[in-house]
DNA sequence: TATGAATGAGATTTCATTCAT
DNA sequence: AATGAATGAAATCTCATTCAT
């Protein structure tokens, strides 16, 4: 990579990161472009040869930032428990992000109920994710490697990720209709309905 | 109710359904205070002896908007099923509330996936909901109605609603990963395995 | 008029003869509305309250400051010579409009080769103009205790007035092809073969 | 010429070309130097290598456009009336020009008064003008094969340029005070006074 | 010569909120 | 209770110009 790009990596790469620790911290509204640009240390100009305006550098973080939450709970996974059976793997991997979110609680907020941008939402893979660090991939090696076998995985996967990253949001911001301790056992059996309706 | 009263009432509404318009069509963000005043034919200082500010007014109608669905699905169904299982009735409200939002796809984005708020999220009662014209309450009466018997019911509506709300928005506004007619037989499964869970 | 409305006409007032200063002063380039709302000592928000743009105020500017030269030079003229001939009030008129541009290179330049604006170009007449402080109404006076009769007037005024501006800026400005007061004769023998040529 | 010369040749002939289609299709404020290097396929620093700003080229343009004008009239002359009289010469010219910029009001309007520029102001004449390609000297042989010989030619032709320039603007742009084939007899009649003026 | 990424001052404009009437 | 002129902080975005490559 040429100096010239390699600089231009770097200072998008600086702007997501500020703009991340602003929005988490003070909210979108509350977070201006200026104050974005002033603490990534670049010129106001610079931040739009890089986006389009404030919602397109926010999108594109809630891409990458859900995306990621998959990613690591699925490289935990391999770790802690690379011989589990899928649905503990698959259970594994949603407490791992309701672990995450209730320690940071900033970015449950950022991220608001959009969690499947994660996994869905093609619309913004104009980012290019990196072909096998990306979530649908390792699914979809989880579903060959499971005994079990299940019909239109897509839209299985598709239930457990909005009602996991709704109803988390509630209880984990709100407690509300219960702490998400309390609310755990009910996800787990709910997935554990989900899976069954949908083994062949 | 004094003439005066009645016309702060007036008043109070006309900013209402004048910001619902405007947020419908516009966008929370592109409408402005001026936008809401203008149309509605008040002052602007007269907005604020009303509603604190834009996020206030927007609260209020997402609480008596998103109560509003129920409460319609719920009077749809007691003239066209009123004798139907728990099961059915609950299906059936579900649906209706589905298709009155691809219907209206201006309300569903305005409601994003906040639907549950028609039924949860007490921090906004302040508006004072008439007692009776409360879905909680139709929910409860069409519990005791039903021969089978559920366990933490508030916790089972929760998790339905939730569902509904999140998977519904992103497959009828972006008929990701399927459009809703298609979703709506998983969508149907996925609640009996529910309500399976927990009857008692 | 109330308190209020007395305030406006000040505000708009003020606003105009700073406008008129910095353009003058600095030109229209280099004037910005912030200049001009600082200097004028009003918020910034009020300058959009009174006009739509810079533009929209300098060519309010061009309006009044055109007509107001025309006036000016009337009023000298009923002063210095109230029973002088047609074309010789004309062409009093024209010489004290270039003498005053003369000593006043600024506003020259401002109207640039505008002037006609101050007789002509209706389209910026929402600027009530007060009736009786009218080119036009002076100037049909002027024909009507003319001896002299002329056909097509307004077409008379229109060259005369277009002759005048244009080479009168060129020469002010730039002594190109000679300075003004070389000028003025051959301007003066124009004239009056443009009145010959309309005399019935 | 060398291949490097005519490289920068072609440079700024694509860059005079785009910014006048530029300039008469966006006008000059909103036409930005981005918008023209990016159209005439040149980096933006290039431009600062043939150009001091975005009033320079302007400028450049304005004495070529309205050079060309007078050029292109004196060419159809030679063509269509080569023995007419010196004043009908002229006319034909006069007309012409008014009959170009009336086909073709974009460049009217960039133009805006400043037809005379074509003629005079030297100021701008470091744009090599080829010798005999030159209005002025054009001007002059006309002037010797006319019978009728006239004082101070100079000025004589100024002040009908600038008649010209300035009437035939207001008139073809805004039909104020009247249109152009309205105006054009006055135009005619004002001339041949001029010229009667300025016969010896 | 030519490039185009980066700059950053500053232009324009918006709009929630206040407060004198 | 109602008004709406005024505010002014702050938001967004532009764009001429530079300079390292």
Redesign the interface.
Known sequence: MSKVQSNKQKKNDSLLNTAFDLFTEKGLNKTTISDIVEKAGVAKGTFYLYFKDKYDIRNKLISSKSSQLFIDAYNSLLEQKPNCSFEDGLWYIVEHILDSLTENKALLSFL??DL?WGV????FEDTPVVEDENFATFYLKMLNQSDVKYR?P??ML??IV??V???GY?SIM?S???NISD?KP??K??IH??L??HSV
Chains 1, 2, 3, 4 share one sequence.
């Open positions: 608001h109920k499947s869905f939402k093609k619309a239109d897509e839209i598709f239930l909005e009602l990253g709704s109803a509630s709100f509300d209709p219960c609310l009910y996800l059996d709910v309905g989900i069954q309706t």
